[in-house]
């Protein structure tokens, strides 16, 4: 019997095509496997039961790093006779792609031959095999083979060569494959603007155990990984925290660490068996844990925050860094948490490039652990949270308690898996939004979300942005025929999609865009749902400031059901960094009264009345209809914080000072249309006048706006007997307010979806920006067509 078999997926860079060799081996099959741009081509050929037991073993024993989509079996009438199976040379078809697999941590059999002096790669910084290493950070084009990555300088030892040619072997062609007589290797250098009597040191273990200890002393280092730089300190040395925090212009916004191990991790965090599969899974993405109260770390590592995001080593390197175990390493013992912050001044991309970090990072580190593989896409840490996870305050309210991963920021060890679309789509491009920028190219029924790029607040953002498009369009074969952007007219990511010529582009309106995003997440098919929107900032087609929407959305189209009141945002987004100035601009346009309130007596009174001329004469005062921007102010009404070094800073804070008074009772409001406010804000300030403490205020208000949620949603359903509702928006990133509320409606018998895959922040705009454009594309060629038609 002979068979021609096509596999797509994530089948390159796994172990695929050994697999397939070792399985046929075993069934006494004949023929070949190879790469090809658009997946794994096989022909088999023997006894009839033994090929069908091969169709059948392709997904029930795949690698683990594997994810196939989809497998075709036709006959294959070539005259050919095999009398062995091998493998064969990587082929190139013109338009086809496949999809990429993100960077894998280290994985358990290189971390044992890591630390094994008996191993040749025993302490090398740069072991892996088929099941781990670097993947799509220093993959330059498909097919995946060692030429098309940054490896391909770096020629094979013999005997390197030979386990890549070795099919039993676990390096059976791991095209990232090293060791240290033929790969990569690391060295120290000082920062020239911090001048010490240290000299560069070129010995990879001199090198490691010299970071060990500038570590242990309190010195910064920046360190090169797998998709970017991090700087790094001693997570315990509060001088050390300070010293990195004043150098990086990052003053309050928490810092992410890595710890030696989980039992490290345990010492300072509560860590269920959720948490506990991210922390040791093959992505090792940044994990918001809550903290111990008997925890002995600064609380200048997350200020006002009862979560630390921390995570496990998964680079070689790290562990190397971080190991309490080795006799050798342990000659200078290292800290056993480190702050592992992006290798950057605030706002700007992660360094990459060994040069541009020795210039660009010189005044904030002391020294420098650099390597010589480069890296060809950079790629930030993933954080994600466990929803639903055993809190704190459990005992004090009902939370919802279905453990699941809710992704804050989508990148390295997920980017770019494609998100399985329920529709087809032309090759289209999405350029997303402002903040926590990510795009997405689409094509038939896959959208390939990107790597986090970041705040698009500077040139060198830009820059990365376009050359991620680039890179991305390249590697997954897409030529645009159809480009979405935000309608936002001032946003780069805009003023890019219309300097791309000759095709058509679609303005997605933000929050529609939102919507959209959360039922492609959930692999929705097009229907009409209520749409809860909530955020700090989208246009909107009236030209005001939205983000307080409840929408009766579709792919197709959205209708704007119900919203907060508008009110004048004085400064407009320079508001954003004083919430002060929200919450004087929201009380004065309301007519309530706040003279006597405390947190006014730290302020200019000249500003403050500025402020309520602005509100006035509505000069530079945009209305919005903001739920985030509400956050702020009543944030700044409580007392928490008048001014933030980072976005959303004064609602994250009340929400942890929000915690133990659960059992508070919601403060009196009314829905409408337009949702008023008045109330709700006096209520806020009477509690204030009377010495109420601002966690409880908080608490009250995260009832509230729950309540009025569900009540909106329940008036939706009565109006239009639509009964779904999906969730999106940044300020869902509010574990309270998402626990309410989507507890609320399904006591009321609500089906509620969430985002699965994609942040519910603008990190997955650019994923419903390119189902919406499609859909309206379609519509349009519909009505153009001669003989009609509908979506």
Not at 62 to 86: G, Q, Y
Not at 602 to 626: E, F, G, H, Y
Not at 723 to 752: C, K, M, P, T, Y
Request: with cysteine; glycine share 8%; net charge neutral.
């Amino acid at each position: 019997m002979n068979r021609h078999i096509s596999v797509t997926g994530i089948v390159q860079g796994v172990g695929f095509r050994p697999f397939i060799y070792g399985l046929a081996k075993r069934l006494g099959l004949h023929g070949w496997v190879r790469n090809t741009s658009g997946g794994v081509e096989i022909v088999v050929q023997g006894n009839e039961l033994q090929v069908e037991r091969f169709v059948r073993s392709l997904k029930t024993e795949a690698p683990p790093l594997a994810k196939i989509d989809s497998i075709s079996v036709r006959s294959d009438f070539s005259d050919t006779n095999f009398n062995t199976f091998n493998i064969q040379p990587s082929t190139f078809i013109e338009g086809a792609f496949q999809p990429v697999s993100p960077d894998v941590a280290l994985c358990p059999d290189c971390e044992r031959e890591l630390f094994d002096p008996k191993d040749r790669r025993y302490l090398y910084p740069f072991i892996n095999c088929t099941n781990c290493g670097p993947r799509f950070t220093i993959m330059t084009d498909l097919p995946y083979d060692r030429p098309a990555t940054t490896m391909a300088e770096f020629e094979m030892c013999a005997e390197c060569r030979a386990e890549y040619t070795d099919p039993a072997n676990r390096r059976f062609h791991a095209q990232p494959v090293a060791c240290p007589q033929c790969g990569p290797c690391v060295h120290l250098e000082v920062s020239p603007s911090q001048p010490q009597d240290l000299s560069t040191i070129d010995l990879r273990l001199a090198a490691i155990l010299k970071t060990r200890k500038y570590l242990r002393e309190g010195k910064i280092i920046a360190i090169k990984g797998i998709g970017g730089f991090h700087l790094a300190c001693d997570a315990g040395n509060r001088m050390a925290v300070d010293e990195l925090r004043r150098r990086k212009g990052r003053q309050g916004k928490p810092f992410a660490l890595m710890a030696a191990d989980l039992e490290m991790i345990r010492r300072h965090c509560e860590v269920n068996e959720a948490e506990r599969e991210l922390l040791t899974g093959r992505e090792k993405p940044i994990v918001l844990l809550n903290k111990r109260e008997t925890s002995t770390l600064p609380n200048d590592l997350a200020p006002g925050m009862d979560t630390l995001g921390v995570m496990l080593p998964y680079t070689p390197l790290h562990h190397l860094i971080l190991n309490r175990s080795d006799p050798i390493l342990n000659r200078e013992p290292a800290p056993p948490i480190l702050v592992m912050t992006s290798g950057n001044f605030s706002e700007e991309p992660i360094a990459t490039d060994n040069q541009d970090a020795l210039e660009r990072l010189g005044p904030l580190a002391d020294a420098f652990l650099l390597h010589n593989r480069d890296i060809h896409v950079r790629c930030d840490d993933s954080v994600v949270r466990v929803e639903g996870r055993r809190s704190k305050v459990e005992s004090h309210a009902t939370l919802n308690v279905k453990p699941s991963t809710f992704y804050l920021r989508r990148s390295r060890g997920y980017a770019p898996y494609p998100i399985h679309l329920p529709i087809e789509t032309v090759p289209t491009l999405a350029v997303g939004g402002e903040l926590k920028n990510t795009f997405c190219l689409a094509r038939d029924r896959s959208a390939f979300l990107s790597h986090h790029i970041g705040d698009m607040e500077n040139v060198e953002t830009f820059h990365s942005f376009e050359q991620g498009v680039d890179h991305l369009s390249r590697l997954f074969r897409v030529k645009p025929e159809l480009t979405a952007c935000d309608m936002h007219p001032g946003y780069f990511t805009t003023k890019y999609a219309q300097g791309i010529a000759n095709i058509p582009r679609i303005a997605v309106q933000h929050h529609h865009a939102h919507i959209a995003s959360c039922l492609a997440d959930n692999g929705l098919e097009n229907r009409r749902v209520i749409g809860l929107a909530f955020d700090g900032t989208g246009y909107g087609t009236d030209g005001t400031i939205w983000g307080g929407e409840i929408l009766l959305a579709s792919y197709a189209d959205f209708e704007r059901f119900a919203h907060l009141e508008p009110l004048p945002l004085p400064g407009g987004d320079s508001a954003i960094r004083h919430p002060w100035r929200i919450a004087v601009g929201y009380a004065h346009a309301l007519g309530i009264d706040i003279d006597d309130l405390p947190f006014l007596k730290n302020l200019d009174m000249l500003a403050v009345n500025i402020v309520r001329q602005q509100a006035d004469r509505k000069l530079n005062a945009p209305l919005t209809s903001s739920m985030g921007r509400l956050f702020d102010a009543v944030a700044s009404l409580a007392g928490i914080r008048n001014d933030v070094s980072y976005e959303a800073q004064a609602a994250i804070e009340m929400e942890v000072l929000s915690k133990p008074f659960l059992t508070a009772k919601p403060y009196p409001y009314s829905v409408d249309n337009s949702i008023p406010l008045k109330e709700l804000l006096q209520s806020v300030v009477h509690d204030v006048r009377t010495g109420k403490p601002a966690g409880m205020i908080g608490a009250r208000f995260h009832k509230t706006i729950a309540e009025i949620a569900v009540d909106v949603c329940k008036r939706a359903r009565v109006e239009t007997s639509l009964n779904e509702v999906a969730l999106s928006g940044g300020v869902w990133q509010n574990e309270l307010l998402l626990g309410f509320v989507s507890d609320g409606l399904e006591r009321e018998g609500f089906i509620v979806y969430f985002h699965k895959q994609v942040p519910a922040n603008d990190g997955g705009l650019a994923l419903g920006q390119a189902v919406v454009a499609n859909f309206i594309a379609s519509r349009e060629a519909a009505k153009q067509s001669p003989v009609g038609g509908s979506v």
